[in-house]
């Protein structure tokens, strides 16, 4: 994909509004805390950020890294564990948190390696939503926006590490 124009899809104060509703909708469903934050390196920064300080009372954040193999588009991508946790899982209530989920494939990994550390309860929290890729289903407790099939950048997504750091999140239309 040669990369073209960049169109506004969602504006930082609709992204700003929908994460502090995220965040009390999340604050209300884990009374008794701590919620133990998992981000995805590295597009679910930004949101992560965000999140934890919408969520009132305790958390813990930790990060970790995933890369899948071959032709990043392919629906049968396998992926691998770049960058583990730095601390236990056990007994804690775990919250994913993602960019978006497309394929669903890195999400049904990192589930399926999270759930056999025992965690009390595991769940995703991702900012945006492609159903319209999936490939392999997966239950995404907390979604911030369902979007068409498009490939977007800003807020943390990038493409080939480029517009991570733009604060709405943008449609990178093809040139040409
Ligand atoms: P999945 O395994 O196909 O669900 O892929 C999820 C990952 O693909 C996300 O964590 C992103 O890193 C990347 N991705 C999927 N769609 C987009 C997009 O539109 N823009 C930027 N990254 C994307
Ligand atoms: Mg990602």
Excluded: W
Excluded at 65 to 76: A, D, H, P, V
Excluded at 95 to 120: C, F, K, M, S, W
Excluded at 133 to 150: C, K, M, Q, S, T
């Amino acid at each position: 994909m040669a990369a073209g124009g960049l169109r506004v899809l969602i504006p930082e104060e609709r992204i700003q509004a929908r994460v502090r509703e995220l965040g009390a909708e999340i604050t209300r469903d884990y009374p008794e805390g701590p919620i133990f934050l998992v981000a995805i390196l590295k597009g679910a920064c930004f949101f992560l950020a965000d999140l934890a300080r919408a969520i009132q009372g305790p958390v813990r954040i930790d990060f970790i890294g995933i890369s899948s193999y071959g032709c990043r588009k392919s629906t049968s991508g396998e992926v691998k564990l770049t960058k583990d946790l730095d601390s236990s899982i056990e007994g804690a209530d775990v919250l994913i948190v993602e960019d978006i989920v497309d394929t669903g494939v890195t999400l049904n990994y990192l589930l399926h390696v999270l759930a056999q550390r025992n965690p009390r309860s595991l769940r995703v929290a991702a900012l945006l939503d492609k159903p319209s890729r999936r490939v392999l289903a997966v239950d995404v407790a907390y979604v911030g926006f369902e979007i068409p099939n498009a490939f977007v950048v800003g807020y943390g997504l990038d493409y080939a590490e480029q517009y991570r750091n733009l604060r709405d999140i943008c449609v990178l239309e093809e040139s040409g």
